[in-house]
């Protein structure tokens, strides 16, 4: 069984920045795509960033790009997400997930919710003066 715990959630000015981080449990981290997702308020789901396995790869949404950083650490079972220059849209619940399948990554794929199966509980984050 996979748990994923994200961590580093908060309170932030607009401009500000935050660091997120996701811990997971298992063996087999490194063969996995990551992935942050985030759900406003009222509002769907939507993908943020993903990381292929060997963390060569990424992809962000256009929403975020040039402001997120997603890295890993495979040696440590960890997947990061460094937000800068954080506006008020941003404020979300944010969730890491795991693809489901091993050493995959599509960019058509990797943006969709339902190529990730195991999901952590989220960590709010808030944009606010």
């Known amino acids: 069984q996979v748990q994923l715990v994200e961590s580093g959630g908060g309170s932030v000015q607009p401009g500000g920045s935050l660091r997120l981080s996701c811990a997971a449990s298992?063996?087999?981290?490194?063969?996995?795509?990551m992935g942050w997702f985030r759900q406003a308020p009222g509002k769907e789901r939507e993908f943020v960033a993903t990381i292929s396995w060997g963390g060569v790869s990424t992809y962000y949404a256009d929403s975020v790009k040039a402001r997120f950083t997603i890295s890993r650490d495979n040696a440590k079972n960890t997947v990061d997400l460094q937000m800068n220059s954080l506006k008020p849209e941003d404020t979300a619940v944010y969730y890491c997930?795991?693809?489901?399948?091993?050493?995959?990554?599509?960019?058509?794929?990797?943006?969709?919710?339902?190529?990730?199966?195991?999901w952590g509980q989220g960590t709010q984050v808030t944009v606010s003066s």
């Open positions: 997930a795991r693809s489901a399948l091993p050493n995959a990554f599509t960019y058509a794929a990797v943006i969709r919710s339902d190529s990730y199966d195991y």
């Open positions: 298992g063996r087999t981290f490194s063969s996995y795509t």
